[in-house]
DNA sequence: CATCCGTGGGC
DNA sequence: TGCCCAAGGAT
């Protein structure tokens, strides 16, 4: 197999984004939240919220202090908003666990809520320099085209984290670049839809170059019709609450929702998720308003 | 292992 | 215009 570790920190000295989560002295806390943010929503998006958020909450214990429903609100628009859920959790856990220090130990790291392969990786490697293989969707496909000669990469897997170990040099600076590189080139030259072969430091050793670019089929599933889902539904629901400053009235919840069952089940999911706070014929986001002891309790 | 989970921009 | 895609994780 050709080296691919010396072309791509070439290249990424040269063309790597200048981005907040790279700026020397960011914290592990802002690189922690930087990669819940980042899971599945596009850094032109995560940006602006990642600087508003740790202005307002500085450190994992700055968090914990406050309720999960001033998490859920400043997630906004972010998407997925259990991530925020899952982020204020792992903060109380970091304050618990580990004396609000964010852990540096990759296996801390992924019992905390919300962290995963993925994460608890890139937190070690990006924010502490550790060694270690660092895999996401980018660097899955920069793999399975450089190395395999595929178009696309197959389902996730375990695998993938030993083949990318298999490019990493010894010293641990030099395989943080490497595992930044793959990501970025992923991310900004050997994208999913037209690639961009003809500034790719990797072009000259490219198995699916050399074997002329062939379609092996996508591997991806498609994503299911977002328009009158289930988690549309949730979205508009969630947002209604984020909106209001207070509880709000079940019945006053999207009274004229297209399918009332749907309105209904999503209210349910997210209550079930605990995104969602619901008691006496009232709902809102969760520790919203500090429940009253009932009396004679 | 397959499915579910938001939202918005680009083509 | 609809469809594809985006630094995943939990169940």
Redesign the pocket.
């Known amino acids: 197999m050709p080296d691919l570790a010396a072309p791509l920190i070439a290249w990424y000295r040269d063309a790597a984004?200048d981005?907040p989560?790279?700026r020397p002295g960011f914290p592990a806390w802002g690189t922690l939240v930087?990669?819940f943010m980042?899971?599945?929503?596009?850094?032109?998006?995560v940006v602006p919220h990642l600087e508003a958020w740790l202005a307002r909450w500085p450190t994992p214990a700055s968090l914990a202090e406050d309720p999960p429903a001033e998490a859920v609100r400043q997630w906004a628009?972010?998407?997925?908003?259990?991530?925020a859920l899952?982020l204020h959790r792992a903060a109380t856990e970091i304050r618990d666990r580990h004396g609000g220090v964010v852990p540096r130990d990759v296996d801390a790291l992924l019992a905390?809520?919300?962290?995963?392969?993925?994460?608890?990786r890139?937190v070690a490697v990006f924010a502490y320099g550790e060694r270690h293989p660092v895999v996401?969707?980018?660097t899955r496909?920069v793999l399975a085209r450089a190395v395999e000669g595929r178009s696309?990469p197959g389902?996730?897997?375990r695998r993938d984290l030993a083949a990318m170990a298999e490019i990493l040099p010894p010293d641990d600076e030099a395989a943080a670049t490497v595992n930044?590189a793959a990501?970025?080139l992923?991310?900004t030259v050997c994208?999913?839809?037209?690639p961009r072969c003809d500034v790719c430091p990797l072009a000259a050793t490219c198995a699916w170059r050399a074997a002329g670019f062939p379609d092996t089929g996508?591997g991806?599933?498609?994503?299911?019709?977002?328009e009158g889902?289930?988690?549309?539904a949730?979205?508009?629901v969630?947002?209604v609450l984020r909106d209001a400053d207070h509880e709000v009235p079940l019945e006053a919840v999207m009274p004229d929702w297209p399918d009332p069952l749907q309105r209904d089940r999503?209210i349910d999911?997210?209550v079930s998720?605990g995104?969602v706070e619901a008691s006496l014929g009232m709902l809102r986001l969760p520790g919203s308003v500090s429940p009253r002891r009932p009396r004679g309790a």
Do not use: C, F, H, I
Request: proline fraction near 4%; charge should be positive.
């Open positions: 984004r981005l989560w790279r930087s990669e980042l899971q599945q929503t596009p850094v032109a998006r628009n972010l998407g997925y908003p259990r991530r899952w905390l809520t919300g962290v995963g392969d993925y994460t608890a890139a996401d969707t980018n496909r696309q389902a996730p897997s930044a990501m970025e992923g991310a994208t999913a839809r037209a996508d991806r599933r498609r994503q299911a019709r977002y889902s289930d988690r549309q949730r979205g508009a969630l947002k999503a999911s997210l998720d995104l």
